[in-house]
């Protein structure tokens, strides 16, 4: 998971990044994790997808549901 942040002329990922597990069977999976695991005002948008496959992203944004 990348995060961003701002100081409202530069935007830089979020660091240091961390590993982690999950026991997502799949990218919908995997989303839905990451996403109910945000702090709802802290959500803007998030995708899973395969490299090499992003036209099947499975995409969430504002209000959570999978676009």
Known sequence: MTTYHSDGTRI???AP???ARTRAAD???L???VWD???P???VA???FVPGQLSQ???RHGGGEPA
């Open 12 to 14: 830089a990922t979020g």
């Open 17 to 19: 990044f961390t590993e």
């Open 27 to 29: 990218g919908d999976e």
């Open 31 to 33: 989303l839905a994790e």
């Open 37 to 39: 695991s945000r702090t």
């Open 41 to 43: 005002g802290r959500r």
């Open 46 to 48: 998030a995708a899973a």
């Open 57 to 59: 992203a499975v995409i």
